[in-house]
């Protein structure tokens, strides 16, 4: 089991930065692929950014690809999304989810943890 908390969202003017931070339980965090998803309001969650277990391999959408960062502190249990030039259809809560078969993924169905989410609003 695994259990994961979101934070580091907030408000922010088109163009800023925000970084967001996801704390995960449990001892086995290193071994799992670790991604991030979004979900605005009346759309479907979607895929932003994934990181395999040892944060050699990442694979981004191409909506941020260029402006987003994800990485991984497996001693601290902990992963991050940096995320420059920000968007006003950047806006959305944004999840942090942990998939136990190695391979990334940006499919929803194939993480089976998930976080409560953060909210993240880029004003134009």
């Known amino acids: 089991q695994v259990q994961l908390v979101e934070s580091g969202g907030g408000l922010v003017q088109a163009g800023g930065s925000l970084r967001l931070s996801c704390v995960a339980s449990?001892?086995?965090?290193?071994?799992?692929?670790m991604g991030w998803f979004r979900q605005a309001p009346g759309k479907e969650r979607e895929f932003v950014a994934a990181?395999?277990?040892?944060?050699?391999?990442?694979y981004y959408a191409d909506s941020v690809k260029g402006r987003f960062t994800i990485s991984r502190d497996n001693a601290k249990n902990t992963v991050h999304l940096q995320m420059n030039s920000l968007k006003p259809e950047d806006t959305a809560v944004y999840y942090c989810?942990?998939?136990?078969?190695?391979?990334?993924?940006?499919?929803?169905?194939?993480?089976?943890?998930w976080g409560q989410g953060t909210q993240v609003t880029v004003s134009s």
């Open positions: 990181i395999s277990w040892n944060g050699a391999s990442t």
């Open positions: 989810a942990a998939r136990s078969t190695i391979g990334l993924s940006s499919s929803p169905k194939d993480y089976k943890y």
């Open positions: 449990g001892r086995t965090f290193s071994s799992y692929v």
